[in-house]
Nanobody
């Protein structure tokens, strides 16, 4: 069974940087687009960014564009989210997910999700 595990979260001051990782096991990583999402307490899950299988296409939410960067290393089944110029409003649980369809460019449906990693940005 496909399993996704995020890591790298923690406490960081506003203006700082943090790099999140997501490792997939038990299934295929390299043929699928991947995405990052986040959810703050009392709020709905929010799209952060996505990346296709060859990393030739990336998409970002307006709220993080220019500050966050998504990348992947297919040989290691690993997805990354580089977060710079962090703001208190970035505080949330961050989740990675795998596209439901193979070879997707811009996914609209994700089949597998990780348990999340907490990111807290202090002012």
């Amino acid at each position: 069974q496909v399993q996704l595990v995020e890591s790298g979260g923690g406490l960081v001051q506003a203006g700082g940087s943090m790099r999140l990782s997501c490792v997939l096991s038990g299934g295929t990583f390299s043929k699928y687009a991947m995405g990052w999402f986040r959810q703050a307490p009392g709020q709905e899950r929010q799209f952060v960014g996505s990346i296709n299988w060859r990393a030739t296409h990336t998409y970002y939410a307006d709220s993080v564009k220019g500050r966050f960067a998504i990348s992947r290393v297919n040989a290691n089944n690993t997805l990354y989210l580089q977060m710079n110029s962090l703001k208190p409003e970035d505080t949330a649980t961050y989740f990675c997910a795998r596209d439901a369809a193979m070879w997707g460019i811009r996914p609209t449906n994700y089949a597998y999700w990780g348990p999340g990693t907490q990111v807290t940005v202090s002012s």
